[in-house]
């Protein structure tokens, strides 16, 4: 008996060293393998930087607006996270969590929804299993990849890019672009990163600290209203009230003078502006110089029968000369000083420059009558077949293939003049449908040069007051008001999309109710999906070939994007449709969103236009489905 209670007792003995034994070795399991980390690495308090989230975003009810601000500013939080860590998206486990932190984030700025529903985003789109560019989500994957020697080009071109030049700036976007052109491929996974966006992120991560900012507001074009610290930020405010007390004193100082003079000096200085104006317009010994009369008795004393068109600088008459000639009577608006400027510049333009494809100057009138007061008046050819935007969107002309490729030839030729072969160079700055006026043989002529801008020599561009044509004007134009000739080529893309699609620049989308898309996101919508000349207007009767007609769109898409260096020259644009220059692969352009027309119009016209942060990929237009939606509409070209 005994000694079966010590057989028992060893053998409780020894169970129970075996529980001691596994509870102290899965306890030292559990110790050295901790379960992973589910908190954001995110540090998402570098968005107190950015005042405007709170100003414009939250009172903005333009769903692309409110998407791309945000997905700009968590561009910015991801560029210190790939500095810190080398990765460029969280992992897995914690993207639940930096979603829920940003949206606290982003309400303490009184903006309220979800992010991730408003702008059509999953959970994974931020985690590094959703990496789509190449399958990569760390730095030390990306140098794998490209060139140690193409990086290291990179990283000198963007080490100093910041908003503040223009040239740097756009130096350091084209290197990002040709790189991820070049070397990376983007596939389908639901990242918020496209590869544009991972070598962005590259670049900023890997410039000098006190340089990451400057490169990424560039690079995915933020703006940083705030101050950087606490003492600046009294500094400014000391420095502030200063500064509006001198301003008010020296406004005060100098009301008082001017109303002193005012009385004085009105009659006289109206005079001499007067006489001294149409001394500098008489000097043009080239211009024919017309009466009021003869304007009067041509134009049936300016009666509205005769009307053509009108804008804002007034009128445009039909005309008909006592030899028979038939002429356009622009006729401005004698109401300010503002308008004599407009004049006096337009005349100074058009007469400068004489090219088959530009409205041709007959002459003008500077005169004054005892009713109306002092006119001023510019005479053009009169162009019997009216303006492209008439036949477009008034008219519904049917226009064949033949007449709009010739159409389309006249205007960069007419441009690429202005550009290339006019010293100082000109830039038109309204480009648009109805400023292409088409004569008796429905050749093309670029009109209306109130607007125009002379560039100075060896200029690479113009800071100036935004002028122009909603949804016309280039992005970078009305972001930083600084212009260049590739201004007009961004409006003359958005020009080609309309001769060739007939369709305005807002095209409504089918089956949703009132919205609408621009229509450079339509037409890149069906390049992505191979169907790019379903694109064309139905109302084409005689088509071309299939080639030419796909490279036109091509070339009308390239030249509206939205980044500049991606756009060609104007000169490259007529080799490429002359088919002297191959067409270049298309970069990708920022993902389109579907919104109310009232959304659209507010953010071409308010200040909250921003321009996508989103990527590039190449785009070869060789590929045969896009010719195969349509190979049998082959015409003459």
């Known amino acids: 008996m005994f000694e079966n209670r010590a057989s028992m007792t060893g053998g409780h003995f020894r169970f129970l060293c075996f529980l001691f034994f596994s509870s102290s070795i899965f306890g030292a399991l559990s110790q050295t393998a901790p379960p992973p980390s589910t908190s954001c690495p995110l540090n998402f308090t570098v968005l ?14 333009n769903v692309t607006f409110r998407c791309t601000s945000l997905e700009q500013v968590l561009h910015f939080v991801l560029a210190e996270y790939v500095a810190s860590s080398e990765y460029f998206l969280v992992p897995d486990a914690t993207a639940t969590a930096c979603w829920n932190d940003f949206n606290q984030r982003v309400a303490s700025f009184g903006i309220s929804g979800n992010f991730q529903t408003l702008c059509n985003l999953t959970t994974s789109s931020i985690a590094r299993s959703s990496a789509g560019c190449s399958n990569m989500s ?37 290197a990002v672009s040709q790189t991820a052109i070049r070397y990376l491929t983007d596939t389908p996974s639901g990242s918020i990163n496209s590869c544009q966006d991972v ?71 109206k005079k001499e502006v007067e006489v001294s104006k149409e001394k500098m317009a008489k000097s043009n010994s080239n211009l024919r110089w017309f009466t009021i009369a003869e304007i009067k008795s041509a134009t049936n004393n300016f009666s509205r029968h005769n ?41 100074e333009v058009i007469s400068s420059v004489r090219h088959r494809n ?23 050819d009169y162009m019997p077949n009216g303006s492209l935007h008439d036949h477009l969107f008034v008219k519904k002309t049917k226009m064949d293939w033949p007449r709009r490729k010739n159409i389309a030839l006249g205007i960069v030729r007419g441009l690429s003049y202005l550009h290339q072969e006019v010293q100082p160079a000109i830039i038109h700055r309204d480009i648009k449908a109805s400023n292409i006026l088409l004569d008796a043989n429905w050749n093309a002529r670029v009109a209306d040069f109130g607007l125009a801008k002379f560039t100075p020599e060896g200029a690479t561009h113009v800071t100036t007051r935004v002028a122009g044509t909603q949804g016309y004007v280039a992005p970078e134009y009305v972001l930083y008001g600084q212009l260049n000739e590739k201004s007009d080529v961004y409006s003359f893309g958005i020009l080609l999309l309309e001769l060739f699609t007939g369709k305005p620049i807002l ?12 229509i450079t996101d339509w037409v890149w919508g069906l390049v992505k999906q191979g169907k790019v000349l379903d694109a064309l207007d139905p109302e084409m009767g005689c088509l071309g070939p299939s080639e030419v007609m796909e490279r036109f769109l091509l070339i009308a ?63 070869s237009s060789r590929g045969s489905s896009m010719r195969g939606s349509v190979s049998a509409r082959e015409g003459v070209s």
Not at 53 to 59: P, R, T
Not at 211 to 224: K, Q
Not at 359 to 378: E, F, P, S
Not at 508 to 517: D, H, I, K, Q, R
């Open 48 to 61: 107190d930087k950015f005042s405007y989230l709170g100003n414009q975003v939250k009172d903005s009810v």
């Open 138 to 174: 760390s730095v030390r994957e990306l140098e794998a990849i490209v060139p140690q020697s193409q990086l290291s080009q990179l990283r000198q071109q963007c080490q100093n890019a910041s908003t503040r030049s223009f040239s740097l700036c756009s130096a350091c976007t084209a």
């Open 199 to 269: 070598m962005a992120l590259y670049a900023s991560a890997t410039a000098p600290n006190s340089s990451l900012s400057d490169v990424v507001e560039c690079l995915f074009n933020i703006a940083d209203f705030s101050a950087s610290n606490d003492d600046n930020h009294f500094k400014y405010i000391f420095g502030g009230l200063g500064a509006a007390v001198a301003l008010i004193f020296i406004i005060g100082m100098a009301t008082f003078f001017q109303l002193r003079q005012r009385r004085l000096k009105a009659a006289l200085n």
């Open 307 to 347: 009307i053509a068109g009108t804008g804002g600088y007034g009128n445009v008459y039909r005309g008909t000369l006592e030899d028979g000639t038939e002429i356009a009577v622009k006729r401005f608006k004698n109401i300010s000083a503002a308008g004599e400027d407009e004049f006096f510049h337009e005349l």
């Open 358 to 380: 530009l409205v041709a100057l007959q002459g003008c009138c500077v005169d004054k009558t005892d009713n109306v007061g002092y006119q001023r008046i510019i005479v053009y």
């Open 507 to 518: 095209k409504t989308v089918p089956n949703a109710g009132e919205g609408s898309v621009l």
């Open 557 to 619: 898409l390239l030249c509206a994007h939205p980044q500049v260096p991606c756009r060609p020259t104007l000169d490259s644009v007529i080799k490429i449709m002359e088919n002297d220059q191959p067409m270049p692969p298309l970069p990708d352009r920022p993902l389109a969103y579907t919104v109310d027309i009232a959304d659209i119009e507010q953010a071409i016209g308010g200040p909250e236009i921003l321009s996508s942060g989103s990527g590039f990929q190449s785009f």
